[in-house]
T-cell receptor, first 114, second 112 residues
């Protein structure tokens, strides 16, 4: 059974510092990996989708890498801002799971201090 | 507006009552999903649907019923609400397995 882990569960950084968020998964047979952002009391916003054939994906200050063989993905957020404070979740689409369902990590809660 | 909408956004009900949460998407996505999010448990899949009239159970289906007569709608019904069903419910949709999954804004349900 696929398991997705995000460590640390919480992270606090000063404004301007680069953020590095980690995601690991146990089964490398995935279709893709998706990073989401969730603000308190809100829904999940899709940030980046990396297909299993890709090594990285970029959008503005965000860059996500994928290493399928080691079961890891990293989300980099450059020059963090207080508005980046949120919970970040990663999710994998397991190639072996029926119904094309995402398996989510527990999330990393980020606080960017001014 | 385009996207996924959920209604109601907030609902308070009593134990034993039937409650229906609505989900509507304007993209004609094939796949739709219902999740619940609880502290300590993260996101858990309740039911999903690969197309109209095709639904299947997720991790925690007990006490819930879904239907999908139209591609754009995927209502979730709690047949007899229990306090353990107090949660935030999210609907999501996706076009194909290899596309991004998008989430609605959520419904906060409280069962007294």
């Amino acid at each position: 059974k696929q398991e997705v882990t995000q460590i640390p569960a919480a992270l606090s950084v000063p404004e301007g510092e680069n953020l590095v968020l980690n995601c690991s998964f146990t089964d490398s047979a995935i279709y893709n990996l998706q990073w989401f952002r969730q603000d308190p009391g809100k829904g999940l916003t899709s940030l980046l989708l990396i297909q299993s054939s890709q090594r990285e994906q970029t959008s503005g200050r965000l860059n996500a890498s994928l290493d399928k063989s080691s079961g890891r993905s990293t989300l980099y957020i450059a020059a963090s801002q207080p508005g980046d404070s949120a919970t970040y979740l990663c999710a994998v689409l397991d190639a072996k799971a029926a119904g094309n369902k995402l398996t989510f990590g527990g999330g990393t809660r980020v606080l960017v201090k001014p | 507006d385009a996207g996924i909408t959920q209604s109601p956004r907030y609902k308070i009900t009593e134990t034993g009552r039937q409650v229906t949460l609505m989900c509507h998407q304007t993209w004609s996505h094939s796949y739709m999903f219902w999740y619940r999010q609880d502290l300590g448990h993260g996101l858990r899949l309740i039911y999903y649907s690969a197309a109209a009239d095709i639904t299947d159970k997720g991790e925690v289906p007990d006490g819930y019923v879904v239907s999908r007569s139209k591609t754009e709608n995927f209502p979730l019904t709690l047949e007899s609400a229990t306090r353990s069903q107090t949660s935030v419910y999210f609907c999501a949709s996706r076009w194909t397995p290899n596309n991004e999954q998008f989430f609605g804004p959520g419904t906060r349900l409280t069962v007294l």
